[in-house]
């Protein structure tokens, strides 16, 4: 309602902008439980293996290890598919620095994996 007393004086029509507003506030809070209980369920189910070879494996946790935490932070709850708004407010940080981060961080990933996978030790 605090919105309404804002533009007051330019609004004609008042029950149906806050119908509106009120639409959608709910739509994105409809919107935000609904990534939620898709990211609890996604947490709570075992994931298949993308990758079978014990090196390979040890391989990318190496090298998503070499990510500065803020960077590994933000790229993991990125994959998870939480937005940029929703990272920052979840790691208490300006949306732009989450943004920067992730940004940051494909660039680090990126110049680490275009060198070669390691040799298979076994």
């Given at each position: 309602?605090?919105?309404?007393?804002?533009?007051?004086?330019?609004?004609?029509?008042?029950?149906?902008?806050?119908?509106?507003?009120?639409?959608?506030?709910?739509?994105?809070?409809?919107?935000?439980?609904?990534?939620?209980?898709?990211?609890?369920?996604?947490?709570?189910?075992?994931?298949?293996?993308?990758?079978?070879?014990?090196?390979?494996?040890?391989?990318?946790?190496?090298?998503?290890?070499?990510?500065?935490a803020?960077?590994?932070?933000?790229?993991?709850?990125?994959?998870?598919?939480?937005?940029?708004?929703?990272?920052?407010?979840?790691l208490k940080?300006?949306?732009?620095?989450?943004?920067?981060?992730?940004?940051?961080?494909?660039?680090?990933?990126?110049?680490?994996?275009?060198?070669?996978?390691?040799?298979?030790?076994?």
């Open positions: 309602m605090a919105e309404l007393l804002s533009i007051w004086p330019n609004c004609t029509h008042p029950y149906g902008w806050v119908r509106k507003v009120a639409w959608h506030k709910y739509l994105r809070a409809a919107d935000r439980a609904r990534r939620q209980a898709e990211g609890e369920a996604r947490a709570g189910a075992p994931s298949a293996p993308v990758c079978e070879d014990p090196g390979e494996v040890a391989w990318v946790r190496e090298i998503l290890l070499g990510l500065p803020r960077q590994r932070a933000v790229m993991a709850l990125y994959v998870d598919g939480y937005s940029i708004p929703e990272i920052a407010a979840l940080m300006e949306v732009s620095t989450a943004r920067s981060n992730l940004r940051h961080a494909r660039t680090t990933l990126r110049r680490m994996l275009e060198g070669p996978p390691p040799k298979n030790k076994s």
